[in-house]
T-cell receptor
Protein backbone atom coordinates (compact mmCIF):
# COMPACT_ATOMS: atom_id res chain seq x y z
CA UNK A 1 0.00 0.00 0.00
CA UNK A 2 1.31 3.43 -0.87
CA UNK A 3 2.13 5.78 1.98
CA UNK A 4 0.42 8.68 0.22
CA UNK A 5 -2.42 8.57 -2.32
CA UNK A 6 -3.66 11.34 -4.57
CA UNK A 7 -6.15 11.64 -7.40
CA UNK A 8 -3.91 12.07 -10.47
CA UNK A 9 -6.41 14.29 -12.29
CA UNK A 10 -6.06 16.18 -14.48
CA UNK A 11 -8.28 18.86 -13.08
CA UNK A 12 -9.22 21.22 -15.93
CA UNK A 13 -10.66 24.47 -14.60
CA UNK A 14 -11.27 27.97 -16.00
CA UNK A 15 -9.42 31.00 -14.71
CA UNK A 16 -11.00 32.33 -11.55
CA UNK A 17 -12.35 28.97 -10.44
CA UNK A 18 -11.88 27.44 -7.02
CA UNK A 19 -10.36 23.97 -7.01
CA UNK A 20 -9.64 21.53 -4.20
CA UNK A 21 -7.28 18.57 -4.02
CA UNK A 22 -7.30 15.85 -1.41
CA UNK A 23 -4.62 13.46 -0.35
CA UNK A 24 -4.74 10.50 2.04
CA UNK A 25 -1.89 8.97 4.01
CA UNK A 26 -1.72 5.48 5.42
CA UNK A 27 0.51 5.77 8.47
CA UNK A 28 -1.05 7.33 11.53
CA UNK A 29 2.47 8.06 12.82
CA UNK A 30 3.02 10.58 10.03
CA UNK A 31 4.32 13.72 11.61
CA UNK A 32 4.69 16.54 9.13
CA UNK A 33 2.75 17.42 6.03
CA UNK A 34 3.47 19.54 2.99
CA UNK A 35 2.24 20.50 -0.46
CA UNK A 36 4.86 20.81 -3.17
CA UNK A 37 4.40 22.16 -6.65
CA UNK A 38 6.14 20.76 -9.72
CA UNK A 39 6.13 22.45 -13.10
CA UNK A 40 6.54 20.36 -16.23
CA UNK A 41 10.07 18.92 -16.49
CA UNK A 42 11.21 20.87 -13.43
CA UNK A 43 12.10 19.96 -9.87
CA UNK A 44 9.48 20.04 -7.08
CA UNK A 45 9.38 23.10 -4.85
CA UNK A 46 7.69 23.66 -1.51
CA UNK A 47 4.32 25.39 -1.83
CA UNK A 48 3.32 25.31 1.80
CA UNK A 49 3.48 23.34 5.01
CA UNK A 50 0.24 22.00 6.47
CA UNK A 51 -0.50 22.62 10.13
CA UNK A 52 -3.07 20.93 12.33
CA UNK A 53 -5.05 24.13 12.72
CA UNK A 54 -5.12 24.75 8.97
CA UNK A 55 -3.21 27.55 7.31
CA UNK A 56 -3.59 30.01 4.51
CA UNK A 57 -1.14 31.68 2.17
CA UNK A 58 -2.83 34.15 -0.13
CA UNK A 59 -5.13 32.20 -2.45
CA UNK A 60 -4.00 28.85 -1.04
CA UNK A 61 -5.49 27.11 1.99
CA UNK A 62 -4.21 23.84 3.43
CA UNK A 63 -6.02 21.68 5.93
CA UNK A 64 -5.12 18.55 7.86
CA UNK A 65 -7.53 16.00 9.28
CA UNK A 66 -5.56 13.59 11.45
CA UNK A 67 -8.58 11.50 12.44
CA UNK A 68 -9.38 10.70 8.80
CA UNK A 69 -5.74 10.88 7.69
CA UNK A 70 -6.21 13.28 4.84
CA UNK A 71 -4.79 16.58 3.72
CA UNK A 72 -6.42 19.09 1.44
CA UNK A 73 -5.33 22.03 -0.67
CA UNK A 74 -7.78 24.70 -1.81
CA UNK A 75 -6.85 27.18 -4.53
CA UNK A 76 -9.12 30.18 -4.95
CA UNK A 77 -9.32 32.48 -7.98
CA UNK A 78 -7.16 30.16 -10.12
CA UNK A 79 -4.56 31.76 -12.38
CA UNK A 80 -3.05 30.40 -15.57
CA UNK A 81 0.26 30.29 -13.69
CA UNK A 82 -1.22 27.81 -11.19
CA UNK A 83 -1.10 25.12 -13.88
CA UNK A 84 1.28 22.50 -12.48
CA UNK A 85 1.34 19.20 -10.65
CA UNK A 86 0.69 19.38 -6.92
CA UNK A 87 2.43 16.82 -4.73
CA UNK A 88 1.28 15.80 -1.28
CA UNK A 89 4.17 14.95 1.06
CA UNK A 90 4.35 13.44 4.53
CA UNK A 91 7.23 12.61 6.84
CA UNK A 92 7.44 9.86 9.42
CA UNK A 93 8.84 10.23 12.95
CA UNK A 94 11.27 13.00 12.00
CA UNK A 95 12.51 14.70 8.90
CA UNK A 96 14.54 11.72 7.72
CA UNK A 97 12.11 10.37 5.17
CA UNK A 98 9.75 12.30 2.96
CA UNK A 99 7.02 10.29 1.22
CA UNK A 100 5.46 11.76 -1.91
CA UNK A 101 2.09 11.19 -3.51
CA UNK A 102 2.11 10.68 -7.26
CA UNK A 103 0.73 14.17 -7.77
CA UNK A 104 -2.44 15.86 -9.01
CA UNK A 105 -2.22 17.71 -12.30
CA UNK A 106 -3.99 21.05 -12.59
CA UNK A 107 -4.67 22.78 -15.91
CA UNK A 108 -6.09 26.29 -15.66
CA UNK A 109 -7.65 27.40 -18.95
CA UNK A 110 -8.28 30.96 -20.16
CA UNK B 1 17.71 29.00 -4.68
CA UNK B 2 19.54 26.35 -2.69
CA UNK B 3 22.99 25.49 -3.99
CA UNK B 4 22.48 21.98 -5.26
CA UNK B 5 23.72 20.65 -8.57
CA UNK B 6 23.41 17.28 -10.24
CA UNK B 7 25.60 15.78 -12.90
CA UNK B 8 25.21 14.59 -15.52
CA UNK B 9 21.88 16.17 -16.36
CA UNK B 10 21.27 13.76 -19.22
CA UNK B 11 22.76 10.36 -19.90
CA UNK B 12 22.05 7.54 -22.32
CA UNK B 13 23.70 4.23 -21.58
CA UNK B 14 23.40 0.56 -22.42
CA UNK B 15 22.10 -2.28 -20.29
CA UNK B 16 24.77 -3.76 -18.07
CA UNK B 17 27.00 -0.71 -17.86
CA UNK B 18 27.77 1.05 -14.55
CA UNK B 19 26.44 4.56 -14.05
CA UNK B 20 27.23 7.11 -11.35
CA UNK B 21 25.17 10.22 -10.72
CA UNK B 22 26.63 12.98 -8.59
CA UNK B 23 24.88 15.42 -6.30
CA UNK B 24 26.81 18.40 -4.95
CA UNK B 25 25.54 20.90 -2.38
CA UNK B 26 26.98 24.13 -1.05
CA UNK B 27 24.46 24.54 1.80
CA UNK B 28 26.18 22.28 4.36
CA UNK B 29 22.88 20.49 4.96
CA UNK B 30 23.05 17.26 6.90
CA UNK B 31 20.51 15.21 4.96
CA UNK B 32 20.81 14.25 1.32
CA UNK B 33 18.42 12.09 -0.70
CA UNK B 34 18.14 10.36 -4.02
CA UNK B 35 14.67 9.97 -5.55
CA UNK B 36 13.50 8.60 -8.84
CA UNK B 37 10.37 9.87 -10.58
CA UNK B 38 8.33 7.78 -12.96
CA UNK B 39 4.86 8.34 -14.46
CA UNK B 40 2.17 6.99 -12.17
CA UNK B 41 4.56 6.46 -9.28
CA UNK B 42 5.57 9.92 -8.32
CA UNK B 43 8.79 10.43 -6.41
CA UNK B 44 10.17 7.33 -4.70
CA UNK B 45 13.05 7.38 -2.26
CA UNK B 46 16.06 5.28 -3.30
CA UNK B 47 18.60 6.03 -0.56
CA UNK B 48 19.30 8.84 1.81
CA UNK B 49 22.19 10.03 3.96
CA UNK B 50 22.12 11.59 7.41
CA UNK B 51 25.82 12.39 7.58
CA UNK B 52 29.21 11.56 6.15
CA UNK B 53 29.42 7.81 5.64
CA UNK B 54 25.91 7.40 7.13
CA UNK B 55 23.33 6.14 4.67
CA UNK B 56 20.11 4.16 4.71
CA UNK B 57 17.81 2.51 2.22
CA UNK B 58 14.59 3.91 0.91
CA UNK B 59 11.59 2.30 -0.79
CA UNK B 60 13.30 1.25 -4.03
CA UNK B 61 16.95 0.63 -3.18
CA UNK B 62 17.51 -2.65 -5.07
CA UNK B 63 20.06 -2.21 -7.83
CA UNK B 64 21.42 1.05 -6.38
CA UNK B 65 24.24 1.93 -4.03
CA UNK B 66 25.29 5.28 -2.58
CA UNK B 67 28.30 6.86 -0.97
CA UNK B 68 28.90 10.04 0.96
CA UNK B 69 32.54 10.68 1.72
CA UNK B 70 32.11 14.44 2.15
CA UNK B 71 29.24 16.55 3.45
CA UNK B 72 28.78 18.19 0.08
CA UNK B 73 28.73 15.15 -2.20
CA UNK B 74 26.29 12.25 -2.47
CA UNK B 75 26.85 9.71 -5.22
CA UNK B 76 24.30 7.29 -6.63
CA UNK B 77 25.66 4.25 -8.46
CA UNK B 78 23.89 1.78 -10.67
CA UNK B 79 26.33 -1.13 -10.73
CA UNK B 80 24.77 -2.71 -13.82
CA UNK B 81 22.08 -0.56 -15.37
CA UNK B 82 18.81 -2.13 -16.52
CA UNK B 83 16.02 -0.70 -18.68
CA UNK B 84 13.76 -0.53 -15.61
CA UNK B 85 16.14 2.09 -14.21
CA UNK B 86 15.32 4.50 -17.01
CA UNK B 87 13.94 7.43 -15.04
CA UNK B 88 14.43 10.97 -13.88
CA UNK B 89 16.61 11.06 -10.77
CA UNK B 90 16.35 13.90 -8.29
CA UNK B 91 18.75 14.72 -5.52
CA UNK B 92 17.42 16.65 -2.54
CA UNK B 93 18.84 18.16 0.62
CA UNK B 94 17.36 19.04 3.96
CA UNK B 95 18.51 20.39 7.24
CA UNK B 96 17.39 18.86 10.49
CA UNK B 97 17.09 20.03 13.99
CA UNK B 98 15.01 22.33 16.09
CA UNK B 99 13.19 25.03 14.24
CA UNK B 100 13.81 23.77 10.74
CA UNK B 101 10.91 23.80 8.33
CA UNK B 102 11.54 20.31 7.04
CA UNK B 103 11.73 21.70 3.54
CA UNK B 104 13.38 19.62 0.85
CA UNK B 105 15.43 21.45 -1.76
CA UNK B 106 15.80 19.64 -5.05
CA UNK B 107 18.38 19.62 -7.77
CA UNK B 108 17.25 20.04 -11.36
CA UNK B 109 17.18 16.31 -12.01
CA UNK B 110 19.20 13.84 -14.07
CA UNK B 111 17.44 12.13 -16.95
CA UNK B 112 18.80 8.60 -17.46
CA UNK B 113 17.92 6.37 -20.38
CA UNK B 114 19.06 2.75 -20.36
CA UNK B 115 18.83 1.10 -23.76
Amino acid sequence: RKEVEQDPGPFNVPEGATVAFNCTYSNSASQSFFWYRQDCRKEPKLLMSVYSSGNEDGRFTAQLNRASQYISLLIRDSKLSDSATYLCVVTLYNFNKFYFGSGTKLNVKP
Amino acid sequence: DAGITQSPRHKVTETGTPVTLRCHQTENHRYMYWYRQDPGHGLRLIHYSYGVKDTDKGEVSDGYSVSRSKTEDFLLTLESATSSQTSVYFCAISEAGQGNTGELFFGEGSRLTVL
